[in-house]
């Protein structure tokens, strides 16, 4: 089983690269979907989504979000790739799958805050101070170690197309 897990900061291109995998025919779990999912359920009257998470992982263990992504699977898929990995503990709930493949995306902030106020997605805050939060919050929960502990590295600060660029070098060195 290929199994690839996309990481990085909101806005940098995570779902752009995985977008990119399932033109290549790879299956993509989006973690924040799964999440969506179970915080449409169970969250409390005015929580926000990254309240919701905290809590489920304090309640459930720091892989739960992994735990929950995996039973997506099928036995038909054979190359996967899981878009929104946070934390080591996802990573290592990912391991009993087998060997997985850590690609972060990177951006600059400014770049990114500049592409979740465009882009509108109802959980992207409005402003700077909100954007600002939100990182600290990624970087509480673990987001810093799976990047520093990624197999590549993809740098998204410059256009569409060489974004898509330097995605297909990288997929192409992963999948010989």
């Known amino acids: 089983m290929n199994i690839i897990l996309i990481t990085g900061m909101p806005g940098s291109g995570k779902t752009l690269f995985a977008n990119i995998l399932r033109e290549k025919g790879f299956y993509v779990i989006s973690m924040g979907d799964v999440l969506r999912k179970r915080y449409e359920k169970e969250a409390k009257i005015g929580e926000r ?31 996967i790739a ?34 979740m106020i465009s882009r509108m997605r109802p959980d992207d805050s409005k402003n700077i101070e909100d954007l600002r939060r939100r990182d600290l919050d990624e970087i509480r929960l673990g987001i810093g170690g799976v990047i520093a502990l990624a197999d590549y ?15 297909e070098e990288i997929i192409l060195r992963i999948t010989k």
């Not at 809590?55 to 979000?65: F, Q, T, W």
């Not at 993809?154 to 660029?165: H, L, Y």
């Open 82 to 115: 899981f878009e929104g990995v946070r934390s080591l503990a996802e990573v290592d709930e990912f391991r009993r799958l087998g060997n997985p493949i850590i690609i972060a995306i990177h951006s600059p902030p400014s770049l990114r805050y500049q592409r």
């Open 153 to 167: 590295i993809i740098i998204n600060d410059s256009t569409i197309d060489e974004f898509k660029k330097r995605a």
């Open 49 to 79: 989504m990254m309240d919701f998470a905290k809590r489920i992982r304090e309640i459930y263990g720091e892989g739960v979000v992994a735990r929950l992504s995996m039973e997506e699977i099928t036995p038909t898929m054979s190359r």
